[in-house]
T-cell receptor, first 114, second 114 residues
């Protein structure tokens, strides 16, 4: 199994600022995923991050708002830009389990925007 | 348009009894269905899955049933234990440009009381 860590675990931010969330995996993986879980809602895929290429964003999510970096096969960052209270969510990264339909998830970053 | 629905936000069960969590979906193209368990301040952890070509999969106390004609699946936990108290997410999976894309429901909070 993959062990995934995220930093920070939680943060309180002011509107208009940006926050960068880090995701570290203990093994090399080709794909990493970023999800958002708004209060009372399901986990929603934001984007897929492949090493060495631009991230692929899902409908409703744009690079200017959620820029992603993937500098190597064990690390990725997601930035939440120009935050508003509507960005208050749990942000999670995940990686696919090899040969499986499942994914391993990080512990999440709980973000509150005031 | 929510493709995966969990209509019960919460469920309370006594220890030793059966817990039944339900999930409905709309997209016939899903090829796997999964259940994840989430404790507070942790990421979701994979519990059990079922292929769309099967109607039952069992793993210890956990059994998932799939009714394709009704586009419905359920997770049975028997006997339920207090440690099973968590939020359970139903997810459906379909191949999307080289990876299994997961679509999640909104979750059901299970409380198992002693």
């Amino acid at each position: 199994s993959a062990v995934i860590s995220q930093k920070p675990s939680r943060d309180i931010c002011q509107r208009g600022t940006s926050l960068t969330i880090q995701c570290q995996v203990d093994s090399q993986v080709t794909m990493m995923f970023w999800y958002r879980q708004q209060p009372g809602q399901s986990l929603t895929l934001i984007a897929t991050a492949n090493q060495g290429s631009e991230a692929t964003y899902e409908s409703g999510f744009v690079i200017d708002k959620f820029p992603i970096s993937r500098p190597n096969l064990t690390f990725s960052t997601l930035t939440v830009s120009n935050m508003s209270p509507e960005d208050s969510s749990i942000y999670l990264c995940s990686v696919p389990r090899a040969g499986s339909e499942t994914q391993y998830f990080g512990p999440g970053t709980r973000l509150l925007v005031l | 348009d929510q493709q995966v629905k969990q209509n019960s936000p919460s469920l309370s069960v006594q220890e030793g009894r059966i817990s039944i969590l339900n999930c409905d979906y709309t997209n016939s193209m899903f090829d796997y269905f999964l259940w994840y368990k989430k404790y507070p301040a942790e990421g979701p952890t994979f519990l059990i899955s079922i292929s769309s070509i099967k109607d039952k999969n069992e793993d210890g106390r956990f059994t998932v049933f799939l009714n394709k004609s009704a586009k419905h699946l359920s997770l049975h936990i028997v006997p339920s234990q207090p440690g099973d108290s968590a939020v359970y997410f139903c997810a459906a999976s379909a191949m999307d440009t080289g990876f299994q894309k997961l679509v999640f429901g909104t979750g059901t909070r299970l409380l198992v009381s002693p």
